[in-house]
């Protein structure tokens, strides 16, 4: 059970100089959302942020037991936070409670033997082989 902040402290640190931004808080309960199909088989998302005009996004990512995400380039920094399972590319391996970072430019392909739950960051989407954007 977690305690609820206490509104009076805001109040009274504030001391009406400032007014908190209302509504300015958005707040995502993930386990009431359902997992949606991927466009790229046994992978499923939760999207938890998006913002279509600047091609970012915040998403819960489910892979099953074998899943791959296919050649492709990052056309800016990609984080994910792996929170269970683990998936790899030829650079390495990263399991429950580690972190990796893609850099702007890079190209892999990810696969997951034992299948795994992340939450990725993305500033602009994946660009797939054989799509405008893909040049090496």
Request: proline share 7%; glycine share 8%; with cysteine.
């Amino acid at each position: 059970m977690t305690a609820e902040p206490n509104q009076n402290h805001f109040k009274e640190r504030l001391k009406g100089k400032l007014e908190p931004t209302k509504g300015g808080s958005v707040y995502i309960k993930p386990d009431d959302m359902e997992w949606t199909p991927s466009q790229f088989p046994r992978i499923q998302t939760k999207v938890l942020f998006r913002d279509d005009d600047e091609g970012s996004m915040t998403v819960l990512l489910k892979w099953e037991p074998g899943a791959v995400l296919p050649f492709h380039k990052h056309p800016e920094i990609e984080q994910s936070w792996v929170l269970e399972g683990s998936f790899y590319d030829h650079d390495g391996i990263c399991r429950a409670g580690e972190f990796v970072y893609r850099r702007p430019g890079s190209m892999h392909e990810t696969k997951s033997d034992e299948g795994c739950i992340l939450l990725a960051v993305y500033r602009k989407p994946n660009i797939f082989a054989n799509t405008a954007g893909f040049g090496t």
